[in-house]
């Protein structure tokens, strides 16, 4: 059933309530204009005729704008770039997904705020890129053999910051109930930063001991079968806070720990995939039935929402929070994968769904990031952005609404002060050791520099003709590469970005230099 237009939550009233004190209030009808202007003892005096004006404005208002719409934002770990087959599997299934996205707008140039966890979920929640919040890394120890590394990396924070205000504290400042629900990686605890309700989220960023029980001290998940799936609790635990609160707008924070590492496959759907034959990009059997248990999820959310009538007034937003888990999938044509700044490690599957406004088999090609969504959601909402903090994002509404085409003149950017190790595939990388060293990235249109502050190297890649980034073009376009570069130093002073410039006194360049031959060798035998 529909949300009643009566029902009070605490302080925050909805229907003609929420009305009043949301849309008309701060909008629109306000005390100011109401109070004073039109319907104050100036006009009309009588407190009778008053109260018919306002019963008939909020009638005429309720009709116009409804009840305010669900959010329902899912956020994989780890999902690549072509993994949901709406963007190009050949072997993973996505059939619920795949519904929704073509339902909506799918976004084809969305980006990770940064190539692994932590730093891209804390841009995501504060709208912040990384410089502010500090969050550069996943834990602030240096990563990789200290004697390969020249520089001392900047060690960053591990924890958004408590004075930081995230989208869900201006949701609930508007009557939203909401829900984080899975990993959240950025504190102890969610329910510090606007969430009343918290299942699975604490500061650790990998499915508590694994995607089977027991999952030791992690909040909701202590009662859990021994053969319950992870995924499926989670998508469980979003269907009952739905179904606690179908007479409030809801948010909720769906993250699931899928498809981080580790690789659990769900038990009942090995044989399935064990059994299909090998896709050309994708193969892994493990990964399929983790993806699949994610979009499964998915459908009976759906299913519920539209049983209780709620699915046309739901807003379903949906990414990864960085590129493809390298040794189980595949983001070609890009090149890369989670903890590199080439495409694969950053470039991300993400759609809108939005029923009644956004035209369904929408499309997009316009660079996006992820710190658009704290804006994006905030509108989506009726709420305004708070004033207390910088929000580098912008919101996809009018890009939604088809009110906007295309954001020629903004640049995104992305600044990573430290290094992060290679795992056992090192192919797509700068070098064999690290997947990622100190740098920061520009994209501009159809253009995107790299910038490495160890040996001052520089990479740029025109990604309508080279989505591979095969070919760096920094030596055949000096005058592309320093404007790009002129960019970049001027956002990088404008947000305070630290650069690492501190020799790292245990570096050695012979042992490094020994290193990589060594991790080549198997290469040219």
């Known amino acids: 059933m529909q949300p009643p237009l009566t029902h009070s939550r605490g ?20 005390s100011h204009w109401l109070g004073s202007h039109w319907l104050g003892s100036h006009w009309l005096g009588s407190r009778w005729r008053i109260a018919c004006c306002v019963v008939c404005v909020l009638w005429a208002g309720t009709r116009a704008l409804g009840n305010p719409p669900n959010i329902l934002f899912i956020y994989i770990d780890d999902l690549g770039w072509k993994d949901p087959s709406y963007m190009g599997s050949d072997f993973f299934e996505t059939p619920h997904l795949d519904r929704l996205a073509h339902d909506g707008m799918i976004f084809t140039d969305a980006y990770s705020c940064a190539a692994n966890c932590a730093p891209s979920r804390a841009c995501v929640m504060s709208g912040q890129t990384t410089p502010r919040h500090q969050i550069y890394n996943v834990g602030t120890r240096a990563r990789g053999e200290s004697v390969h590394r020249r520089l001392k990396p900047i060690p960053g924070t591990n924890t958004l910051a408590p004075t930081i205000r995230t989208w869900a504290h201006q949701l609930q400042s ?30 650790s960023g990998s499915a508590p001991r694994g995607h089977y029980p027991p999952h030791g001290r992690v909040p909701g998940l202590d009662d859990a079968p021994d053969d319950e799936y992870l995924t499926d609790r989670l998508s469980e635990e ?29 038990r009942e759907l090995v044989a399935k995939y064990r059994a299909k034959p090998a896709g050309q990009l994708h193969d892994h059997v493990t990964m399929a039935t983790m993806i699949q248990a994610v979009d499964d999820g998915v459908g009976r959310i759906m299913d519920q929402l539209k049983a209780w009538g709620l699915a046309r007034n739901t807003v379903v937003l949906f990414s990864s929070d960085n590129g493809g888990y390298g040794p189980a999938t595949d983001m070609a044509p ?14 991300v599957p993400f759609f809108v769904n939005w029923p009644q406004v956004v035209s369904p088999a929408g499309r ?15 509108e989506i909402a009726g709420v305004d952005c708070p004033e207390t903090q910088p929000i580098d994002g912008v919101s996809l509404v009018p890009l939604l609404t088809g009110k906007t085409k295309d954001r020629k003149d903004r640049a995104l950017y992305w600044h990573f002060p430290a290094y992060l190790e290679s795992y056992q595939v090192f192919d797509e990388q700068r070098d064999p050791l690290f997947r990622s060293r100190p740098c920061s990235i520009i994209r501009y249109g159809r253009w995107k520099l790299h910038q490495y502050f160890e040996d001052g190297g520089l990479e740029l890649y025109d990604l309508d003709s080279d989505i591979g980034e095969t070919r760096n073009l920094a030596d055949e376009l000096p005058d592309r590469s320093r404007e790009l570069l002129a960019k970049l130093e001027s956002w990088r002073q404008r947000v305070k970005a630290p650069i ?8 050695d360049a012979a042992a490094e230099a020994e290193a990589i031959a060594k991790q080549l060798e198997p290469v040219h035998q």
């Open 11 to 30: 302080s925050h009233s909805f229907g003609f309530g929420w009305l009043v004190s949301h849309w008309l209030g701060s909008h629109w009808l306000g």
């Open 174 to 203: 508007v009557g939203y109930a909401t829900a984080a629900i899975g990993k959240w990686h950025l504190s102890k605890d969610p329910t510090d930063f606007g969430f009343e309700f918290n299942v699975g989220g604490t500061h």
């Open 238 to 266: 979003a269907i009952g806070f739905i179904g606690r609160h179908q007479d409030t707008p809801w948010a909720i924070y769906l993250s699931h720990f899928a498809v981080h590492t580790p690789l659990n496959a769900k």
């Open 334 to 347: 890009l090149k890369g994968y989670k903890g590199t700044y080439y495409e694969g490690g950053i470039r």
């Open 364 to 378: 997009s090609a316009v660079p996006i990031s992820g710190i658009d969504l704290y804006p994006t959601i905030c």
């Open 500 to 507: 690492p410039t501190e020799p790292n006194p245990t570096y």
